[in-house]
T-cell receptor, first 111, second 109 residues
Framework: DSGVTQTPKHLITATGQRVTLRCSPRSGDLSVYWYQQSLDQGLQFLIQYYNGEERAKGNILERFSAQQFPDLHSELNLSSLELGDSALYFC??????????FGSGTRLTVV | QQPVQSPQAVILREGEDAVINCSSSKALYSVHWYRQKHGEAPVFLMILLKGGEQKGHEKISASFNEKKQQSSLYLTASQLSYSGTYFCGTELSNYQLIWGAGTKLIIKP
């Protein structure tokens, strides 16, 4: 157990639908990062939050949004889903400066 | 801006050594190294801060040449458990990591 909790582990949904992925960071970590990883590809940075505020944005689609709540857990919302959105979605957390701890990921399949 | 990792893939026999390189065109604040096994989350190996330090983690060590803006990951006497894809992440000044495309390492018995 890495200390970063992601739910659900697997999600199968139809095109056009909306889903919410949830992440609880490791205790004490203020930063949360969201990544998308398509089959056998690298990590695509989506967005970073630090202590409730958006800190950095990557190649996140307009159909995707995220937020970090006062208890520091974060949610990634994916809407109007397309087949190409099928991927592994990872959340990671880190202290102010240090290595990232990744959650086990949510495998999203859009059918 | 994405760091360049080389080689893209390497196949070794158990017990052999490997070097994975990560080069950036930008001045770096730090370099991170991670290993990811198929279908699993990336696992943090080590972070190197500017200053040219070398770090070690069992038989895996790394160096960071600030002037050349490059880092190398050294795996000595490789074990089957070392198989996976290795990613470097380069940190500029804004706490954001830019990830390399990964180096796939296959260890054969």
């Amino acid at each position: 157990d890495s200390g970063v909790t992601q739910t659900p582990k697997h999600l199968i949904t139809a095109t056009g639908q909306r889903v919410t992925l949830r992440c609880s960071p490791r205790s004490g970590d203020l930063s949360v990062y969201w990544y998308q990883q398509s089959l056998d590809q690298g990590l695509q940075f989506l967005i970073q939050y630090y202590n409730g505020e958006e800190r950095a944005k990557g190649n996140i689609l307009e159909r995707f949004s995220a937020q970090q709540f006062p208890d520091l857990h974060s949610e990634l919302n994916l809407s109007s889903l397309e087949l190409g959105d099928s991927a592994l979605y990872f959340c990671a957390s880190s202290p102010q400066s240090g290595g990232y701890t990744f959650g086990s990921g949510t495998r999203l399949t859009v059918v | 801006q994405q760091p360049v990792q080389s080689p893209q893939a390497v196949i070794l026999r158990e017990g052999e050594d490997a070097v994975i390189n990560c080069s950036s065109s930008k001045a770096l604040y730090s370099v991170h190294w991670y290993r990811q096994k198929h279908g699993e989350a990336p696992v943090f190996l080590m972070i190197l801060l500017k200053g040219g330090e070398q770090k070690g983690h069992e038989k895996i060590s790394a160096s960071f040449n600030e002037k050349k803006q490059q880092s190398s990951l050294y795996l000595t006497a490789s074990q089957l458990s070392y198989s996976g894809t290795y990613f470097c992440g380069t940190e500029l000044s804004n706490y954001q990591l830019i990830w390399g495309a990964g180096t796939k390492l296959i260890i054969k018995p």
